[in-house]
């Protein structure tokens, strides 16, 4: 089993949905991402709050045995963000982005952290991003995340962080504006361009597709949730149990890489069904372990052989 380290926002979101609200909830791509994968593996958090982070937040990432060495306190308010989903789920609709400590944030990885063999590079500024590679010693594998907000604003920077990892992960909305193409599979194809073995977009209820550099493409299902109650960090969770899985196995084969995306998956299946990360708070192994297997016999087929296949309609 090996560390993850992750570094992301942590945040207060305010969030609006069909089912509900939150005001100053717990949130953040680190957040997400490492309270996912905290079933799987020892994680290393990196990232950066205010004197405002109530301490209760501290004390549920200690409750799941997250590092916190890496996670600076600083005078200051901690990152904010508001948003709300009308009945796409699929959309968030940002209402503002106060990133306030996190605008003079250097992250600084202790001294524990430099020999993790997997990092996740969470949504976050990507010159931040690319400031946590600059320091890291020679993970096996580096995952990076990013959304709308960077590729917007910070374009090129994004392009220089993105050269150096090797999976990316963009929903689609985030693979066509980065790409500059409605077709995803064509957008898989220019991210890889530009230096990854593989990238995954993310459809939101319709799945997931991984492209890998040597051909390889794997077409993953999302477990089916009546009452989606709030999907705000449903990529992070994702993400979180797609690594968490691979440094807990630590193989990297095609196999492993596909079991890991449903892991991630199934992650965020359950990260949706109530507002901030509370549904991980009651989570077991037990219930991760049968919604995989539902998912694997909901989602298998039998091959259809040439001798069989016999039409009436020619
Ligand atoms: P997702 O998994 O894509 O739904 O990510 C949701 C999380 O991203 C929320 O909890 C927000 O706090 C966080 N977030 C939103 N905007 C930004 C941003 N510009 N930079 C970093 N994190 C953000």
Redesign the pocket.
């Known amino acids: 089993m090996s560390n993850i380290t992750i570094v992301?926002?942590v945040?207060l979101?305010s969030v609006r949905t069909p089912l509900g609200e939150v005001t100053e909830a717990l949130?953040?791509?680190a957040?997400?991402a490492s309270m996912s994968a905290s079933f799987f593996s020892p994680v290393n958090l990196v990232g950066v709050v205010g004197t405002d982070f109530p301490e209760a937040h501290v004390e549920l990432f200690r409750s799941r045995k997250v590092n916190l060495e890496g996670l600076q306190r600083v005078e200051g308010k901690t990152?904010r963000?508001k948003g709300y989903y009308d009945h796409d789920l699929n959309t968030?609709h940002?209402l503002l982005?106060d990133l306030n400590v996190f605008a003079d944030f250097h992250p600084r990885l202790p001294e524990s952290y430099v020999s993790s063999d997997y990092l996740f590079l969470g949504?976050?500024?990507p010159e931040l991003q690319s400031l946590v590679l600059d320091q890291i010693a020679k993970p096996k594998l580096v995952v990076c995340d990013t959304?709308n907000?960077?590729i917007t604003g910070k374009r090129a920077a994004l392009i220089e962080t993105l050269k150096r990892v090797d999976i990316v992960l963009l929903?689609e909305g985030e693979a066509r504006q980065l790409c500059e193409t409605n077709n995803l599979l064509k957008a898989a194809r220019r991210v890889l361009e530009l230096g990854p073995k593989a990238v995954i977009i993310k459809k939101g209820e319709d799945g997931a597709m991984l492209v890998q550099d040597n051909g390889h493409i794997f077409i993953s299902p999302t477990y089916p949730i009546e009452e989606v109650a709030d999907?705000?960090?449903?990529?992070?969770?994702f993400a979180g149990g797609f690594l968490g899985y691979l440094a807990y196995t630590d193989d990297l084969s095609n196999e492993n890489i596909r079991r890991a995306i449903i892991v991630g998956s199934v992650m965020a299946s359950f990260n949706v069904e109530m507002f901030s990360c509370d549904r991980l708070r009651t989570l077991s192994h037990d219930e991760i372990l049968k919604r995989y297997n539902i998912l694997r016999k909901m989602s298998g087929f039998e091959k259809l052989s040439a001798d069989t296949f016999e039409p009436a309609f020619a």
């Open positions: 992301g926002s945040a979101d949130g953040g791509s957040t997400h990152f963000w968030a940002t982005t949504n976050i500024d959304m907000f960077w929903n999907p705000t960090g449903a990529g992070d969770s």
